[in-house]
C-alpha cells in the first residue's frame, strides 16, 4: 500500500518552514482508494517568492486547520503505507518535523519517484515534475498545488510500476510480519485478489518472490495453486507470507510480461519451459497492436518498430497513441526475441484485437 503526497510550505530556513497545503492518496498499486486534501495554516508568514509561485496567500490560510488539527487524520491514511512523492526526502522531512513539534514519532518507509524515474526512465532531459509529466504525455492541473502535483505523481507512479520488471518496488512495500496460522492465512491472502486477468507473484517471509503465475482470474488461479496437493503446491503454501498482483486487462500482456519476469526475478519455484522456436519475423516494418486495458477507458499498445518488438504501455490518452515520441518514453521496453515474436504473432492469428494502427 502506498501514500502518495505533495506538500506545499511556506519556504524559509531549513527545518523551520510551515506547511501551508497538503494531499495525500492511498494507492493499493492499482487505484486511489481514500485521500486527504487540505490548506494547512503554519502560524507563520509565507515567502513571498512562494506565494507567487503556488497562488497560496497568507489571507487564504487564516480559517484553515493547524497542523495538529489533521495529524490524526494524517497518521491514519498512511499507516502501513509505504510515503511516495516526488523528492519524497523533503516532504517526509517537512511531515517528520512537523510531528516531532508535536512529541510524535513519525517513521514511515518511502519511496521517491525522481530516483526511480531515473533508473527506471535514463536519459530524459529533465526529472521536474512538470517536464517529466510532459514527456509522458500526463495531464497536470494546478502546478506547485499539492492536488495537482500529488495527482500528477500518482499517474507517474503507475508508468514506473509498469516498467519495473524486477519489482522493486513492490518488494519494498510487502507486509511480512504474519503471525497467523496457514489456512487462516491463505483465505485472508484470497480475499485481497482481484477476479481480473493478470500475474501474481507469491513473496516470502524476506519479500522474495518465488514464484510468478498468470490467469484470466488472479483469485480462481491462486486458490487453484492453494488447493493443489502435489509437493511444489505444498512448498509454496507453507512458505507464503503474501501474494502481490498486476492486472493487465489482456492476455498477450500477461504472456509477455510472465516470461520476461520469469527471467529476470528467476523464482526458485517456476521451472524454465524454454521452446525452441524458428526465426520469426514481422512483415509489418511499424505497428501498433492497440488492445483493452486494464480498466474502462484504458488501451494497452503493443510497439513495433522497424520490424522489431519494442515493448509495452498502458495509456489513457488518445495524445499518447497518436503521438509516437511520446509513446515511445511510456514504453517498458522489452527483449526482441524470437519467443516475445512468437507469442505476439501466435495471439494475433487466434485472437481479435481493437485496432492495429501502421505508421
Excluded: W
Amino acid at each position: 500500500m502506498y501514500a502518495i503526497l505533495d506538500i506545499e510550505t511556506t519556504g524559509g530556513k531549513f527545518n523551520e518552514e510551515g506547511i501551508t497545503e497538503i494531499a495525500i492518496y492511498k494507492f493499493d498499486g492499482h487505484q486511489i482508494i481514500d485521500q486527504f486534501v487540505s490548506l494547512i495554516n503554519p502560524e507563520k508568514e509565507i515567502q513571498p517568492f512562494v506565494v507567487n509561485l503556488t497562488g497560496i496567500s497568507n489571507g487564504m490560510l487564516k480559517n484553515a486547520p493547524k497542523f495538529y488539527e489533521v495529524a490524526k487524520r494524517i497518521v491514519e491514511i498512511t499507516t502501513d503505507c509505504v510515503l511516495v512523492a516526488h523528492n519524497a526526502n523533503f516532504d517526509n522531512r517537512i511531515l517528520t518535523t512537523e510531528f516531532r513539534r508535536l512529541g510524535f514519532n513519525f517513521e514511515r518507509k518511502t519511496l521517491c519517484t525522481v530516483e526511480l524515474s531515473k533508473k527506471l526512465i535514463p536519459e530524459l532531459p529533465s526529472y521536474k515534475l512538470g517536464k517529466l509529466c510532459r514527456s509522458l504525455g500526463i495531464p497536470v492541473s494546478s502546478r506547485h498545488r499539492a492536488e495537482g502535483d500529488a495527482i500528477a505523481t500518482v499517474q507517474l507512479f503507475k508508468h514506473l510500476l509498469n516498467k519495473d520488471t524486477a519489482k522493486e518496488i513492490v518488494k519494498k512495500a510487502i507486509k511480512t510480519d504474519n503471525g497467523r496460522k496457514l489456512a487462516p492465512k491463505l483465505l485472508n491472502i484470497l480475499d485481497n485478489l482481484p477476479s481480473n486477468e493478470g500475474l501474481f507473484y507469491v513473496h516470502n517471509n524476506k519479500s522474495e518472490i518465488i514464484y510468478i503465475g498468470k490467469g484470466k482470474n488472479i483469485k480462481k488461479t491462486v486458490n487453484q495453486l492453494f488447493l493443489r496437493t502435489s509437493k511444489k503446491a505444498i512448498i509454496i503454501q507453507n512458505k507464503v507470507t503474501s501474494v502481490s498482483y498486476e492486472e493487465t486487462g489482456s492476455s498477450l500482456i500477461s504472456d509477455l510480461k510472465y516470461v520476461e519476469e520469469v527471467e529476470i526475478n528467476n523464482p526458485k519455484y517456476n521451472y524454465s519451459n524454454k521452446k525452441k522456436l524458428e526465426k520469426i519475423e514481422f512483415s509489418n516494418d511499424n505497428l501498433l497492436v492497440i488492445d483493452k486495458g486494464r480498466q474502462v477507458g484504458e488501451k494497452s499498445v503493443i510497439l513495433i518498430e522497424n520490424s522489431q518488438f519494442k515493448g509495452y504501455c498502458f495509456t489513457d490518452l488518445e495524445y499518447q497513441i497518436t503521438n509516437i515520441k511520446v509513446l515511445r518514453t511510456l514504453i517498458s521496453p522489452m527483449e526482441n526475441s524470437i519467443q516475445n515474436r512468437f507469442i505476439i504473432k501466435k495471439y494475433l492469428q487466434k485472437n481479435n484485437v481493437e485496432k492495429l494502427i501502421r505508421f
